[in-house]
């Protein structure tokens, strides 16, 4: 008798535990059973889909395009009731943004589409254009005065200019680049070169703007200035000790105008108080407050009616949480969120310093501007008199940073692994298509499996 053949009767031998839980070469997994198994397989998708070497493009590029189309919307609604109170169409204030939201557009798609080596060699022509314009707005003559800050060029009609807009941009390619240069050479340890000559032209660009007396736009310039020097690595010390500098000098100047104390004394008010000094701060929680989940509707606004300042520009997200509620102001916040994720994962997933440092940069201006904003109008903040990125009427403010975006679009095709999937989704020819073989200028013919027509 063979020694492996069992006799009859005899129990089969034994699995020891070990054998029992080793899965066999070949054998599928047993389905996952349980409330909580749909639940797993929704996350697995969803991480296998935000892993994706193109999600932080269609990121960008969906939440910048969707934000600029909200703003449209909202600044239509929010605008027409001042339009018509100026003498002017219901729709003119929305013309302008809408104009100004295809110039930016043109600028965003010439932005992502040009090389990382051609926006490196435009910081500086920017930094000094952007220079030379902030100081023709301390001219006499030249320079418009608007609600008490001089800081317009009149271009002719009813356009206007805003150079320390463009500022912001203008910092932020010109220190990228600054920083890339002396971090090749390994200078970047040297706190002399890490601070020179970035801080001195950061505040030569704040000194200007503080002239015009908006110190809003300061604010954002000393904000892209500590995120450019956190990136470039500056030492603790060094970078709390230029926080604490900046932070006596805000100080200083509210303290010394009684304009910008009032302003202080207005966070978390709900009583516009003596002489209707937090007027604007109140109505704009008013507003928030009668949304409720889903607003009144859409143009149905109440405080647009004269009772908001600044409705359609500093506080058009008061007009958008009341005529859409919460659920509007929810996804307002989610798609900020979204474009400021997608920013950090670009400037964190590059091997380029530049497009680190320019990526890291528009991330902290588009972010910190929108939490400056939406803070005052909440309430947690003072009015710094900041529009909303993309959203709050302005041409000055609307095209730079559409500009910006196009950086971000630009640099997240960049990235090795999404400039491959974008290469494997062209086609080799322009008269090749998916499952289409074009024969002729006549007919297509459809290809199948066995090459049969």
Same mark, same amino acid.
């Given at each position: 008798m063979p020694a492996k053949q069992m006799l009859p009767g005899r129990r089969p031998p034994a699995v020891r535990a070990q054998d029992r839980k080793r899965p066999v070469a070949g054998a599928k997994r047993p389905a996952e059973r349980g409330p909580l198994a749909g639940?797993?397989?929704?996350?697995?998708?969803?991480?296998? !889909?935000?892993?994706?070497?193109?999600?932080?493009y =269609?990121?960008?590029?969906?939440?910048?395009?969707?934000?600029? *189309?909200?703003?449209?919307?909202? &600044? =239509?609604?929010?605008?027409?009731?001042?339009?018509?109170?100026l003498g002017l169409g219901d729709a003119y204030f929305f013309k302008k943004q809408f104009l100004a939201a295809l110039i930016g557009t043109g600028l965003m798609l010439v932005a992502s589409r040009m090389p990382v080596k051609l926006h490196r060699a435009l910081s500086y022509p920017v930094l000094a254009g952007t220079l030379f314009l902030m100081v023709l707005v301390q001219i006499p003559g030249i320079g418009v005065a608007i609600n008490g800050n001089q800081n317009w060029i009149s271009l002719g009609g009813p356009f206007m200019l805003q150079p320390s807009e463009f500022g912001k941009l203008a910092l932020i390619l010109w220190g990228a680049d600054l920083l890339a240069r002396k971090g090749d050479k390994g200078l970047l340890s040297q706190w002399k070169h890490l601070l020179v000559p970035l801080v001195p032209v950061a505040f030569l660009l704040l000194g200007l703007i503080m002239l015009g007396g908006d110190m809003g736009t300061a604010m954002i310039l000393g904000a892209i200035l500590f995120g450019l020097l956190w990136l470039a690595g500056a030492?603790?010390?060094?970078? &709390?000790?230029?926080? *604490?500098? !900046?932070?006596a000098i805000v100080a200083l100047l509210i303290k010394t105008s009684?304009?910008?104390?009032?302003?202080?004394? $207005?966070?978390?008010?709900?009583?516009?108080?003596?002489?209707?000094? $937090?007027?604007? !701060?109140?109505?704009?929680? =008013? !507003?928030?407050?009668?949304?409720?989940w889903f607003g009144s509707g859409l143009g149905a606004s109440v405080e647009k009616w004269g009772q908001l300042p600044e409705a359609h520009t500093d506080f058009i997200f008061a007009i958008t949480g009341e005529e859409l509620g919460l659920a509007g102001t929810l996804s307002v916040l989610a798609l900020f969120a979204a474009l400021g994720y997608a920013g950090i994962r670009v400037a964190g997933r590059t091997e380029d310093s530049f497009v680190r440092f320019a990526a890291g940069g528009v991330t902290t201006w588009i972010t910190a501007q929108a939490v400056i904003n939406i803070g005052a109008v909440l309430g947690l903040l003072p009015i710094a008199g900041v529009p909303l990125p993309l959203f709050s009427y302005g041409g000055s403010a609307l095209l730079p940073t559409m500009f910006a975006v196009g950086l971000l679009i630009a640099f997240a095709r960049e990235e090795p692994a999404a400039r491959a999937a974008l290469a494997m989704r062209q086609p080799k020819s322009?008269?090749?298509?998916?499952? &289409?073989?074009?024969?002729?200028?006549?007919?297509r013919v459809k290809k199948r499996p066995s090459g049969e027509r």
């Amino acid at each position: 008798m063979p020694a492996k053949q069992m006799l009859p009767g005899r129990r089969p031998p034994a699995v020891r535990a070990q054998d029992r839980k080793r899965p066999v070469a070949g054998a599928k997994r047993p389905a996952e059973r349980g409330p909580l198994a749909g639940i797993r397989r929704t996350q697995r998708k969803l991480r296998k !889909a935000w892993d994706r070497p193109l999600t932080a493009y =269609y990121l960008i590029f969906g939440s910048s395009l969707l934000i600029t *189309v909200l703003g449209l919307v909202m &600044v =239509y609604s929010a605008s027409m009731i001042k339009a018509l109170q100026l003498g002017l169409g219901d729709a003119y204030f929305f013309k302008k943004q809408f104009l100004a939201a295809l110039i930016g557009t043109g600028l965003m798609l010439v932005a992502s589409r040009m090389p990382v080596k051609l926006h490196r060699a435009l910081s500086y022509p920017v930094l000094a254009g952007t220079l030379f314009l902030m100081v023709l707005v301390q001219i006499p003559g030249i320079g418009v005065a608007i609600n008490g800050n001089q800081n317009w060029i009149s271009l002719g009609g009813p356009f206007m200019l805003q150079p320390s807009e463009f500022g912001k941009l203008a910092l932020i390619l010109w220190g990228a680049d600054l920083l890339a240069r002396k971090g090749d050479k390994g200078l970047l340890s040297q706190w002399k070169h890490l601070l020179v000559p970035l801080v001195p032209v950061a505040f030569l660009l704040l000194g200007l703007i503080m002239l015009g007396g908006d110190m809003g736009t300061a604010m954002i310039l000393g904000a892209i200035l500590f995120g450019l020097l956190w990136l470039a690595g500056a030492p603790t010390r060094l970078f &709390v000790g230029v926080l *604490v500098f !900046a932070g006596a000098i805000v100080a200083l100047l509210i303290k010394t105008s009684p304009h910008r104390m009032d302003r202080l004394e $207005c966070i978390g008010a709900t009583d516009p108080g003596k002489n209707d000094l $937090c007027w604007q !701060a109140v109505h704009g929680i =008013y !507003a928030l407050a009668s949304g409720g989940w889903f607003g009144s509707g859409l143009g149905a606004s109440v405080e647009k009616w004269g009772q908001l300042p600044e409705a359609h520009t500093d506080f058009i997200f008061a007009i958008t949480g009341e005529e859409l509620g919460l659920a509007g102001t929810l996804s307002v916040l989610a798609l900020f969120a979204a474009l400021g994720y997608a920013g950090i994962r670009v400037a964190g997933r590059t091997e380029d310093s530049f497009v680190r440092f320019a990526a890291g940069g528009v991330t902290t201006w588009i972010t910190a501007q929108a939490v400056i904003n939406i803070g005052a109008v909440l309430g947690l903040l003072p009015i710094a008199g900041v529009p909303l990125p993309l959203f709050s009427y302005g041409g000055s403010a609307l095209l730079p940073t559409m500009f910006a975006v196009g950086l971000l679009i630009a640099f997240a095709r960049e990235e090795p692994a999404a400039r491959a999937a974008l290469a494997m989704r062209q086609p080799k020819s322009g008269w090749r298509r998916t499952g &289409v073989r074009w024969k002729s200028m006549r007919r297509r013919v459809k290809k199948r499996p066995s090459g049969e027509r």
